[in-house]
Structures are given as C-alpha cells and as structure tokens.
T-cell receptor, first 117, second 112 residues
Framework: GAVVSQHPSRVICKSGTSVKIECRSLDFQATTMFWYRQFPKQSLMLMATSNEGSKATYEQGVEKDKFLINHASLTLSTLTVTSAHPEDSSFYIC?????????????FGPGTRLLVL | EDKVVQSPLSLVVHEGDTVTLNCSYEVTNFRSLLWYKQEKKAPTFLFMLTSSGIEKKSGRLSSILDKKELFSILNITATQTGDSAVYLCAVVGYNQGGKLIFGQGTELSVKP
C-alpha cells in the first residue's frame, strides 16, 4: 500500500515554543491531506483539511492561528503548533488522500507524539 | 447528520475464536467505507469497500458492505494475540472533500 511518513515521531518541547510536524506521501501525489489529533482512549478528531496550493479548512473549534497548516506541494504538508502549551500535548496524525494503483485511497502517517512541558 | 456507530465498543476473546465487528452508518451521498486497525500508533489501512455484497479478504480478515441496510462487518477468524487493537470504521461521502467520518472504534483484546 501507499506510504505516508511523518516527522518527527516524537517531540518534547517547553511551553511557549512552536513545533513543526511534517507529513509526506512517499509514493503517490496527495491531492488532499488531513490532520487529526487523538487523545488517549479516544477516536481521531479531524482538525483540518489541507489542499495543495490553497488555504486549509479548519474544523469548528480548531484555532487556525494556533495550528498553522501549509500544503506547499503534492507530497508535503506541515502542521505548526504555535506557542504550544501543555494542553496541546497529544498524538497528531496526518493522512494523505490520493491515487495509488488506480484506486483513490487515504492512508495515515505513523503519527507524532507531542509532549509540552 | 452524518455518523458512524460501531459495536461492540469492546470485546474480549481467546485465541482461536472468531469475531465479528459491526459498523453502521448514515452519510450523505455515500462513497466508501474504510476499516483501519490501530495499535499503539496511527491507524493502518485494512479495507476499503464501495460496493455491496463483495467480500474483501486479507488472510484471516474479511469484510463486506451492505449499502441497503447501511452497515458493514469485519470478521477475524482464528484470532491471535497480535489481533488485539482498536478497529476503526470510517465512511466518506461525495462532495465532502474526502473527509473521513469515524466511528468510536471497537477495542478487541485477544487473550492467550
């Protein structure tokens, strides 16, 4: 199946700093990428939809100025958590939507665990 | 309102048992239903179903979709401890930009 990578896999930062997470589709071009957040024992919560070359669409309740999304190419989207606080600690997962083996699919990256001290 | 409901929410079985996980949905302009397996990391893709009555199979796992009754099942035969995970069902509709609507997940625990 298609491969999506995320970097870093784990990050620990101090409160007030910004953290950038990269999401790459490695063997297909992703027309759309999605960013999710998952708290322990809960399902995935969609934060925003990122389309290449255009502004991201944020879900209700997600602060666009705090969670900056850039989708500069068909294989790369970035999520920047600005001025991170302990409550931003979570598991952030991206998924990429694109065509692979003549089928439109959506695959998840391995996730990034963020811990804000 | 679009929604996905999975049942049961949790399940404990012994190795060798067969399990059936359920997923019912309501979505505008249904496009496809996807099953994922999530262990202590991000979900891994299992199946994507778009047509009714066509079983998809991968090893001991299989899944089928009923678009008339709006549900899907995921079967796991001869379960192993490595099957322990949360199984997520998600649907996507047309004209929704590919957004997945997730169910709550079924937490499966397979005991030795």
């Amino acid at each position: 199946g298609a491969v999506v990578s995320q970097h870093p896999s784990r990050v620990i930062c101090k409160s007030g700093t910004s953290v950038k997470i990269e999401c790459r589709s490695l063997d297909f071009q992703a027309t759309t990428m999605f960013w999710y957040r998952q708290f322990p024992k809960q399902s995935l919560m969609l934060m925003a939809t990122s389309n290449e070359g255009s502004k991201a669409t944020y879900e209700q309740g997600v602060e666009k100025d705090k969670f900056l999304i850039n989708h500069a190419s068909l294989t790369l989207s970035t999520l920047t958590v600005t001025s991170a606080h302990p409550e931003d600690s979570s598991f952030y997962i991206c998924s990429a939507r694109g065509w692979s083996s003549q089928q439109e699919t959506q695959y998840f990256g391995p996730g990034t665990r963020l811990l804000v001290l | 309102e679009d929604k996905v409901v999975q049942s049961p929410l949790s399940l404990v079985v012994h190795e060798g048992d067969t399990v059936t996980l359920n997923c019912s949905y309501e979505v505008t302009n249904f496009r496809s239903l996807l099953w994922y397996k999530q262990e202590k990391k991000a979900p891994t893709f299992l199946f994507m179903l778009t047509s009714s009555g066509i079983e998809k199979k991968s090893g001991r796992l299989s899944s089928i979709l009923d678009k008339k009754e709006l549900f899907s099942i995921l079967n796991i035969t001869a379960t192993q401890t490595g099957d322990s995970a949360v199984y997520l069902c998600a649907v996507v509709g047309y004209n929704q930009g590919g957004k997945l609507i997730f169910g709550q997940g079924t937490e499966l625990s397979v005991k030795p």
